[in-house]
Each structure stands twice: as structure tokens, then as C-alpha cells.
């Protein structure tokens, strides 16, 4: 690249997100596979900002969402699976439950609408709004172990996001019992009529965003998917965008 | 109106003595054979002595046993109406527990059948299906609530009509020193799902009478079965059935079997599995 190319560090509307690491970095598009445009795009939902991070490709991050807050997670540099699991944020105990969520559901995919409940059956969260057309709840996180199944032995020394989520996790007291089922925003997880199912390439894009409302205080873990060998991350993972907005009134027409 | 106390004469310590040793030897419906070799239900082809579990579980009853690697498990629907949620783990360390979404993700394949290994979180094999005339099965939905079974039949509690999966898990996971944190998406047998093109489910319900799955122990297990209605059964009322349940001694999968290369990736799960097992000195 010429190395005078400015790299864009705010969205449209002029906001830089905080990043833990430089953004301009983290933004460059040098640093992921040829072509990658960022797009920070924005918040999915009105309503003040209350958080505004960007994730650094292959990290964690994790926030409380209190109810009422609605969290966007942008798909900065397209096709890039967010591994997300959702607990109350009072009690660990009770934390996201893919059963649950698709017994009631009705439906095997995550879409506009869609209760993301506990084990309790408890509503933790709603999607309110989302680009693209579906989102996967079956495929699971990927992990050093689970890679050696998929891929072979060789993929070991990779990093992964169930190693994402424990690190995450720990800075709660959770470990790998607290690890279940999970999100996987902008993940593309098809089930054929005969039950095959698989990751294929992805259906969301730079600048993609989904939004979801917490209907109780919770706590979000995000793996920024680190996965190099399925086309979750279109093999070339990029920084996600978390924002979360405040709680707006809601018509009780 | 004679009370079940007038047939009891328990007024001093031994006469309550008498009364209990009285019961000795009754039989019912649902109960565990012990030794289990005395089952009045063999499995075909099972040579009895090698029974180590014999049991017949009550419709919205549950169980639990800790099987050495190699157990072979039958579960057998009686009556067409049971069904059996499961969750496995490593009795030696049981945070390595049932992965549903790595069991479907990584053999790629959503529907569970024979040949289909059942994997921890770990990259190990915790169990395979070796056996299975059912075919409806499901590893989406889940089990019961208390919250869904409320709202369906107007009660949940184990002691009640209508139990609910997750608080029996609860009890039988309670008799393992694991408590409700230990307790992730399990999975069912004798009742299916499928998943149609735009994602609906669709409950396809049971085989009939008689089916029966088979699970090999690949590692030590913690095994929980709670026996009761499907949490997407569409039926009103709350369905289950008797559930029979033997183990007896067999053999973990390995070099040889038929399943231990049939597919690359659950080849290199037997390889963690059985490398897991040498280093342990299982």
C-alpha cells in the first residue's frame, strides 16, 4: 500500500470509537486480506451512546447491557462471526440457552424478533434489528481442541473462542462449566433438508449491523472470531464494532 | 374410609421394624434391578454377568450412574411415549461435559443416528450411538423448563404431573456434586425434529413401542437421563412413557472398530480420546 493512504478512524458521523489498542491500526486495511474497506458505519437504533468500543480482530470484550440498553454489533470488516453469549448480570447461573431460544422460537434461525431466552426460559435479550438475513445459534465456538477434530492436529497452536471466552469469562469468576452454546453473529450456518449443516461463506458485509435490546441487566461475552480455517471470517478476521445506546421510552399504546 | 396408615401396624419401633421388612420383594412398574444381572428384562445377546446397570424409569422420572469407559448403554422406549434426555460427562472431570453444538458442528451433521459421536467441548468422544431403530431423535430443543412446563400443563415440579426436564437434570446432576450451572443443552432420544428450509421446526414425534439406542462410554461418564415429554411435543396434555435402561461391560471404540475411521473427524476425536485415556492410565 502507499504508505500516505490516511487510515479512517470515524465513522459518517465523525465519532471515533474507543479501541484498546491503536485504532488506526486496528483500521488499517494493510493488516487484513486484499480489499478489506472498514466500515464503522453506526448504531443501529436511536438513542444516546452510552458505549462505543471497537473489538481488535481475534480478541474478546465483554460489557454489561442494562435492560432497556440496546447493544449494535457492527461487522466492521464483513463476514466476521461474533461469538456472543448472554448471562443476567445479577445471577451468572442463569445465561443464554439455545434450546430454549429456538423451542420457542419456533425456529432454528436468529432474525429480527427473535427472544434470545435462558435456562430458565427467561427473555435476556430481543433483536430488534438486523441486516442481514438470518443469524446462526447452531455452530457453536470454536476451540484449540475442537479445531484438531475439524481441520487436523496442526491446528492446535491456533488460537481460538472458546480460549476468547474463558479468558472473558474468568474476569467474572466463570470457567468452562459456564461456557455453553452459543451466538454467532454474521456467522452463515445452513441445515439441509437431510440434516447436513456446515459453515459456508458468509451473507453479511462491511458496515453489516445487528442490534439487540436486553430485557434484564446482562452481561455480553464477544469472541471476536480468531478462526482461520472455515469461511466464518471469510479466513481473514477484522475488528467488530460494539455500541450500546440507552434505554428509549416504549409505547404502551 | 380405611387410610394406607390402617394397613400399617407402627405404633412401637418394632412393629414399625416389621412393617418396613414386610415391603421386602415387591415389585413395581418402574424401579432398578439389583444385582443387575437379575433383570427380568435381559437385553438380547447380553451375557447377564456382565450387566452393571438394570433399571425401568417412570414416566417423568429420571436417573443417573457413573459407567466406566467402555459401558455399552440401552435405552429402550417401552411404550412409544418415553423419551429420554441425556447429558454425559467426564465423571473424572466432569467440566469436559456434552457439547451440543460441537456434536452436530464438527460431523457436520444436525440429526443424530447410529455412527454419531457425542462430544465434550474438549476435542474428546464422551459416547458414540452405536445402536439405534429409532431415528427420532433431536439435539436442538433442548429439554423442558419449569418457566415452559408451567405455562404448558400448569405444573413443573419433580414431585408433581408434569415434571420438567431441567429440574430433574437438576436433582440427578445434585447427586454428582454439580449443581444447575452444570447443566448445558442436553439431548433426546425417541422423539425427532427436523428443520425445514426456512428453519421452522418440525416435531416428527415417536418411532413406537420397543425402539432402542445404544451409546458406547468412550471415557469414565457421569450419565443423566431425565424421561420426559419433549419440550416441543404438540400434544396437550403432558405424554411420557416407561424408559428401560441397561449397561453392561464392552469396549471403548478403537483401532479396528467400525466407527473408530469412518469419518476424518471423528477419527481424530477417537485419537484425543483413547491418547486421553493412555495418559490417565485408563
Request: net charge negative; hydrophobic share 40%; proline share 7%.
Amino acid at each position: 500500500m502507499t504508505a500516505t493512504s490516511p487510515v479512517v478512524v470515524t465513522d459518517a458521523t465523525g465519532r471515533r470509537p474507543y479501541c484498546p489498542a491503536d485504532l488506526a491500526v486496528v483500521l488499517n486495511p494493510a493488516n487484513y486480506a486484499d480489499g478489506t474497506v472498514p466500515d464503522l458505519a453506526g448504531p443501529l437504533v436511536a438513542g444516546e451512546i452510552v458505549l462505543d468500543e471497537v473489538v481488535p480482530a481475534r480478541a474478546p470484550w465483554s460489557a454489561v447491557v442494562r435492560a432497556g440498553q440496546v447493544l449494535t454489533i457492527v461487522d466492521v470488516g464483513g463476514n466476521q462471526s461474533a461469538d456472543c453469549l448472554l448471562y443476567s448480570a445479577e445471577d451468572t447461573g442463569e445465561r443464554y440457552s439455545v434450546p430454549d431460544t429456538i423451542s420457542r422460537s419456533g425456529n432454528a434461525y436468529v432474525r429480527t424478533g427473535t427472544v434470545l431466552r435462558s435456562n430458565y426460559t427467561n427473555a435476556l435479550a430481543t433483536v430488534v434489528a438486523n441486516e442481514i438475513d438470518r443469524q446462526d445459534t447452531i455452530g457453536g465456538a470454536c476451540g484449540k481442541e475442537s479445531n484438531t477434530l475439524r481441520y487436523g492436529h496442526h491446528t492446535m497452536a491456533e488460537h481460538g473462542c472458546r480460549e476468547n471466552f474463558l479468558a472473558e469469562a474468568a474476569k467474572y469468576g466463570m470457567g468452562a462449566r459456564d461456557i455453553v452454546s452459543n451466538l454467532n453473529w454474521f456467522m452463515n450456518v445452513p441445515i439441509e433438508a437431510d440434516g447436513t449443516l456446515g459453515i459456508v461463506d458468509g451473507i453479511s458485509g462491511p458496515g453489516k449491523r445487528v442490534a439487540f435490546r436486553a430485557e434484564m441487566d446482562i452481561l455480553v461475552l464477544v469472541s471476536n472470531c480468531p478462526q482461520m480455517n472455515n469461511p466464518c471470517n471469510d479466513f481473514n478476521p477484522t475488528p467488530l464494532r460494539m455500541i450500546i445506546t440507552a434505554a428509549q421510552e416504549r409505547s404502551h399504546a | 374410609m380405611a387410610t394406607v396408615s390402617a394397613r400399617h401396624e407402627t405404633d412401637t419401633v418394632g412393629a414399625a421394624r416389621a412393617d418396613a421388612r414386610a415391603q421386602a420383594g415387591r415389585v413395581t412398574e418402574a424401579m432398578p434391578y439389583l444385582p443387575a444381572s437379575s433383570t427380568p428384562f435381559p437385553p438380547p445377546g447380553v451375557e447377564a454377568g456382565l450387566l452393571v446397570w438394570a433399571e425401568t424409569v417412570a414416566a417423568g422420572g429420571y436417573t443417573h450412574k457413573v459407567l466406566a469407559r467402555g459401558s455399552r448403554i440401552r435405552l429402550e422406549d417401552m411404550t412409544g411415549e418415553a423419551c429420554a434426555h441425556v447429558l454425559l460427562y467426564n465423571a473424572l472431570e466432569p467440566w469436559e461435559r456434552l457439547n451440543v453444538a460441537d456434536t452436530v458442528k464438527i460431523p457436520w451433521q444436525a440429526y443424530l443416528g447410529t455412527g454419531h459421536p457425542l462430544l465434550s467441548g474438549e476435542g474428546r468422544v464422551l459416547a458414540t450411538i452405536v445402536a439405534d431403530d429409532s431415528g427420532r431423535n433431536d439435539a436442538l430443543c433442548g429439554t423442558s423448563t419449569a418457566a415452559a412446563n408451567r405455562a404448558r400443563y400448569g405444573d413443573s415440579a419433580p414431585q408433581g404431573p408434569s415434571p420438567s426436564g431441567r429440574e430433574l437434570f437438576i436433582l440427578a446432576a445434585a447427586k454428582h456434586g454439580l449443581t444447575p450451572r452444570d447443566l448445558p443443552p442436553s439431548i433426546s432420544f425417541f422423539k425427532g425434529v427436523r428443520v425445514r428450509a426456512d428453519g421452522g421446526l418440525e416435531f416428527t414425534g415417536s418411532a413406537g413401542p420397543g425402539r432402542a439406542v445404544e451409546l458406547v462410554a468412550e471415557l469414565p461418564l457421569i450419565v443423566l437421563i431425565a424421561n420426559v415429554a419433549h419440550p416441543i411435543d404438540p400434544r396437550p396434555g403432558y405424554v411420557s412413557g416407561l424408559l428401560r435402561v441397561h449397561a453392561w461391560r464392552s469396549a471403548p471404540t478403537g483401532p479396528g472398530d467400525r466407527y473408530w475411521d469412518a469419518a476424518l473427524e471423528a477419527h481424530r476425536a477417537y485419537l484425543n480420546t483413547t491418547g486421553y485415556a493412555d495418559a490417565r492410565g485408563l
